[in-house]
């Protein structure tokens, strides 16, 4: 009976233990803490319990049909762990001693009696002593304590605890912000109100788009004020600046196509409301770049040759020809009547003219032909002021700032010119074929070439030498015959035989991006800060506009 006993108590002892166990796993669910266990359902009570433990212990299975029938079939149920989130001041294995509100009361007068005596060091030590002690409850209430227009848990700071730029002056502010690239300041203008305002500060952003990359030439900064009428938003100017340089980079523009030649394009000029293109159909057309309507195009006709050349400079208009001769053109329009016509006619060439440029503040005209030859002329009358001989080829570009003339030949040459004596002041040689395009870059420091060897060159200016050669091979260059290039301030777009338009970087020499819209070799370019236009062998000009994108 004794061993009989002692097994009885043994598995007695085992069953308490068991379910002890099973109500400490279950003391998240307050409605089966809350209510003890009578003797009465004492066995029924143990078995929920255990029923409830192996529910913790197995994964849910799917009973019938899915609950939600969204679910794809492959859907399994996933068991998440609970953590209890237990008081800070709760240890464990120990019960807490709860304090009677009389005594509370008691003790918290004591408490502030205390706090009334210490100076703020020793009130300080007291926070710091208790801050382990509290709770989600207690942070809860001492958040919602904090004024909303205030700084937080510092309102009662003095000035500048929580936030310097409180304390700083004005100009410091600026000049620390003015450091900062836009990706930083647009941050920092998210810290609050305050710097919310600093950091809006048209000063800034003017600054910001004066800066490489984003700082455009005198005419697209003028034509981005122009549309504020004079109260310009710099922070939008540079967003507008930001999204344009990363379109260039991406080579991400709207293109639009005009047509209507019927020979293949020699030469484009463009403004900011017209492109005018000259043709092998003998024929110079003047298109309104904001529409395509052919309704909106002129036609300027009076050469018996070729088009081969244009300069186009406010309202005048330079073309050259086959024909030998060089025409001016008006191509003034007023709203109730228009002044379009061949103004002077200019001959003196022995052969086709293949390039020109008018310069209407020294009221000149300057020339280059297949006559070996460069003339210097009248604007207004036509008459033949100078002839610059020096190239034993054919002259096939141009390019005069100021009194500073540049020439490429056939002879494989450029000649460099003084307009005020007409003397050679240098020349340079590299190329392995004819120089057929060249330009200067806005510092007037290089002379940037491109040839019928394909290659493209850059020269000093000072001492006459190849600073840098942009080939096919070694630089991802053109595979075809360059015709003609153009630089600003940071970058060089060439175009060529290969039917395709590269952009490189000025002081690196690195291929940007490669434009290809056009089904023929592309014969000539003309871009600013905001497009590109391009002709071609297939009889078409393109609009590139990078401010779409």
Not at 133 to 160: E, I, K, M, T
Not at 459 to 464: E, G, P, V, Y
Request: aromatic share 8%; with cysteine.
């Amino acid at each position: 009976m004794m061993g009989l006993h002692q097994k009885s108590a043994s598995a007695s002892d085992l069953r308490n233990n068991i379910k002890h166990e099973a109500v400490r796993r279950m003391s998240t669910t307050s409605t089966y803490l809350s209510t003890p266990l009578s003797p009465k359902h004492e066995q029924t009570s143990y078995e929920e319990t255990i029923d409830r433990v192996d529910m913790c212990d197995e994964e849910p299975k799917l009973r019938g049909h899915r609950k939600c029938n969204s679910l794809p079939p492959s859907y399994r149920h996933r068991k998440r762990p609970y953590t209890l989130v237990e008081s800070p001041t709760r240890d464990k294995g120990k019960s807490i001693k709860k304090v009677e509100p009389v005594e509370f009361q008691r003790r918290l007068s004591i408490l502030k009696s205390w706090m009334e005596e210490f100076n703020d060091s020793q009130k300080l030590s007291v926070v710091q002593g208790i801050h382990s002690f509290l709770g989600a409850s207690q942070l809860h209430w001492l958040d919602s304590q904090v004024p909303g227009d205030n700084p937080g848990l510092h309102h009662r700071c003095s000035l500048g605890c929580s936030d310097p730029l409180q304390i700083l002056p004005p100009h410091i502010v600026y000049h620390v912000f003015g450091l900062l690239d836009p990706f930083s300041l647009s941050a920092v203008s998210r810290v609050s109100s305050l710097w919310h305002h600093y950091a809006g500060a048209p000063v800034l952003w003017r600054r910001l788009c004066s800066r490489e990359p984003w700082k455009l030439s005198k005419k697209g900064t003028d034509a981005q004020i122009l549309q504020y009428n004079g109260n310009p938003d710099w922070r939008e100017i540079f967003v507008k600046r930001f999204k344009l340089h990363r379109a260039w980079l991406a080579g991400q523009s709207h293109v639009r196509t005009f047509q209507g030649h019927t020979g293949g394009i020699s030469c484009v000029q463009f403004d900011s409301s017209r492109i005018v293109s000259g043709s092998h159909d003998k024929t110079i057309k003047v298109w309104n770049t904001k529409t395509n309507s052919p309704w909106s195009v002129m036609t300027l006709t009076g050469h018996s040759g070729e088009v081969r050349c244009l300069h186009l400079q406010y309202n005048k208009l330079v073309s050259g020809s086959t024909d030998l001769t060089i025409k001016v053109w008006d191509l003034e329009i007023q709203q109730d009547w228009s002044s379009i016509a061949c103004r002077v006619t200019m001959v003196g060439h022995s052969d086709t003219v293949r390039c020109v440029q008018m310069d209407i503040d020294n009221n000149i005209v300057i020339s280059g032909s297949y006559d070996t030859t460069l003339k210097i002329w009248n604007l207004h009358t036509g008459r033949c002021l100078n002839t610059l001989r020096g190239h034993s080829g054919a002259v096939l570009a141009i390019h005069a700032q100021g009194y500073r003339l540049i020439s490429g030949s056939g002879d494989k040459t450029v000649r460099i010119w003084n307009l005020k004596n007409g003397y050679c002041d240098g020349r340079l040689q590299g190329h392995n074929d004819a120089v057929t395009c060249l330009t200067i870059d806005s510092t007037e420091a290089r002379i940037i070439t491109g040839s019928l060897d394909r290659t493209i060159k850059l020269w000093s200016i000072a001492n006459l030498e190849c600073l840098r050669t942009l080939d096919w091979m070694s630089g991802e260059g053109h595979t075809g015959v360059i015709r003609c290039i153009q630089a600003d301030e940071w970058r060089i777009i060439s175009a060529a035989d290969d039917k395709t338009i590269k952009v490189w970087d000025l002081e690196t020499g690195k291929r940007l991006v490669t434009l290809k819209s056009h089904s023929d070799g592309v014969t000539c370019i003309q871009f600013n800060d905001f497009y590109i236009v391009s002709g071609s062998y297939d009889k078409t000009v393109k609009l590139w506009d990078f401010t779409v994108c």
